[in-house]
């Protein structure tokens, strides 16, 4: 499967809310297979269309699971196509949220624990579940992602300002940072 470059800030195809998709097609399915190979090469946890310059309302995710000597490894990964969060818990999780598309910047977020997800999987079938501590945490970054919201738009303006700087300088002498058209939880 290929990697695919994931779009890196300020990059206006971030900021743009995607459109759903009518069917889960071969070709939805190869995209998340090449989105979960980017995701892993690039060290996240989830990934969503608009961060490989795609305007579908899709993602994937996987939080990995602890093997037994603590270190974190793939887990499960799942495709999550026309998400809606139906139900979110009052009590809160606290992570130090990142993001492939913006690099090197993280900031500690508190976001609902636990939420009610419905959505369609790979084969198009539509699924009602809960998901609770840093899955849902990760599930609510992407589905930002598909609504154009970045999590540096929930940062002081002027900590969103000095990273869009440093990102747009580094562009400027050529850093790569991922070869994707586009995202890092790093989501």
Known sequence: MPVLNIV???????KTMCMPVETVTD?????????IETMYNA?????A???????????VA???E??????IKQGTPYKFVNPEILEMSDDLFVYDEGCLSIP???EERERPNTIKLKYLDETGAEKTEKFSGLMSFCIQHEIEHLDGILFTDHVSRLKRERVMKKLMKEKKQGVEHYHVHGEHCNH
């Open 27 to 35: 070709e939805i399915r190869t995209l998340m297979d090449n989105m």
């Open 43 to 47: 060290g996240g946890v989830g990934l």
């Open 104 to 106: 090197g910047f993280y």
């Open 8 to 14: 890196i800030a300020p990059h206006p195809v971030l």
């Open 66 to 71: 602890e093997d037994e000597d603590g270190k």
């Open 62 to 64: 996987d939080i990995g």
């Open 49 to 59: 269309a608009p961060q490989v310059g795609e305007t579908m309302r899709l993602f």
